[in-house]
């Protein structure tokens, strides 16, 4: 462990319904990629992700919310487009909501444990 | 997926130093049970942690807060007396104090959410 290493805060908020995960970082960034692709299957490329993981992480969605997240166009073959619902559209604001609160309301006790790793931590070079 | 599941919010924060993890849930767990036990041995115990990990747990504390935040009574052979350095306590403190003001800004934005699972969410029994 050296000196001068960045320290930083990783933060992760997951809502649960029963055992699924009904909304969470990776599914919130899985909705930004189809807006902002117009396809699941380049939204899956993207984030890195299988198709078959991709199509699961939207089925899971969609019965957690109780209706499509997501809505591919009418006659929209493999590859078509792909858009959030007014439904995906509600979810994913209001979980980036609770991400912006998260972050605001860690600044301050962020940064006493930051400050305490200046000052405490290894190899200062004083 | 069936009516009447219980929906939860799950918040993990993670202080990291390079790709260590300095203080996050499992080592603050870990340092309380160390001041609940007045042991190394029986902290992992109480955690279902092996004895292994939790050396190593305390190891990485130890290294990324510059000092030990664990100190074992002078003469103490395993299973003797450890307990929180006043490094481990401050640490302890202000990572706690982060997780309650996560917790209290969290409030507003998942009622929101959780409103809104129980408004769409899938099975409603009316």
Same mark, same amino acid.
């Given at each position: &462990? +050296?000196?001068?290493?960045? #320290?930083?805060?990783k933060?992760k908020a997951?809502?649960?319904?029963?055992?699924h995960?009904?909304?969470?970082?990776?599914?919130?960034?899985?909705?930004?990629a189809?807006r902002d +692709?117009?396809?699941?299957?380049?939204?899956?490329? $993207?984030?890195?992700?299988s198709?078959? $993981? +991709? $199509?699961?992480?939207?089925?899971t969605?969609?019965?957690?919310?109780?209706s499509p997240? =997501?809505e591919?166009?009418?006659?929209?073959? #493999?590859g078509?487009?792909s858009?959030? +619902?007014?439904?995906?559209?509600? =979810?994913l604001?209001?979980?980036?909501?609770?991400?912006?609160?998260?972050g605001?309301a860690?600044? *301050?006790? =962020?940064?006493?444990l930051l *400050? &305490?790793?200046?000052?405490?931590?290894?190899?200062?070079q004083?």
């Amino acid at each position: &462990m +050296t000196g001068g290493k960045a #320290s930083r805060l990783k933060l992760k908020a997951q809502i649960y319904l029963g055992e699924h995960i009904a909304i969470g970082p990776g599914k919130a960034d899985l909705l930004d990629a189809v807006r902002d +692709t117009g396809s699941i299957a380049a939204a899956g490329r $993207r984030l890195g992700i299988s198709y078959r $993981r +991709t $199509r699961d992480m939207i089925d899971t969605l969609n019965r957690c919310w109780g209706s499509p997240v =997501v809505e591919t166009a009418r006659g929209g073959s #493999s590859g078509g487009g792909s858009r959030l +619902t007014q439904r995906g559209n509600e =979810v994913l604001a209001a979980y980036r909501a609770l991400e912006a609160a998260l972050g605001q309301a860690a600044e *301050g006790p =962020v940064a006493a444990l930051l *400050g &305490m790793l200046e000052e405490f931590g290894p190899d200062r070079q004083d």
